[in-house]
């Protein structure tokens, strides 16, 4: 064998035994990392009060681990003696208690973002209650995340609503 090759032999097994010694060591010496994930989790909940046949208090509760904006849908139906729907019910005029407004869609928007278990202002007008005989009032409460950025650099709010809150 030829010197040359003698010599590029014995710097190859040398570099060969440098990397696998470094590897070794990095593996043995080195202590893993932990990356935890907490997925976001937007969800609420509708907090009612029902005092003597009427609704007092409607509020909506931000229960999941992400600052929200809050819409409500209010279902109102006439019912007769038997609990059976008979028409619709108008308790518009109860609605849109500070902080809230009725949109184009039909749903009533809360206007400010809402903490991890903080609720919206009243639904109701202040001094209103929704008297329940013979209707029947169901609130349905959607939550979106707050924070972030949906497509085009737009809100989440914005992508899914359609609407803008300034703040």
Known sequence: MSKLATIILVVSI???AAVGGTIAYIVTS???VENTFTPGKVSCEVVETIHNGSKTSVTVKNTGNAKAY???????NTIDANGN???AADVSSALCGSGWSEGRDGF???SQEIDL?????????PSSSIDLTGIQVTILA???????????GTT?????WGITFSN
């Open 14 to 16: 040398v570099l060969a």
């Open 30 to 32: 080195t202590s893993s």
């Open 70 to 76: 809050i819409r409500c849908a209010v279902i109102a």
């Open 85 to 87: 729907v008979t028409g």
């Open 108 to 110: 009533y928007y809360y």
């Open 117 to 125: 278990n903080s609720s919206t202002g009243e639904l109701l007008k």
């Open 142 to 152: 959607d939550a979106i995340q707050a924070e972030g950025e949906g497509s085009n």
């Open 156 to 160: 989440p709010v914005e992508d899914a």
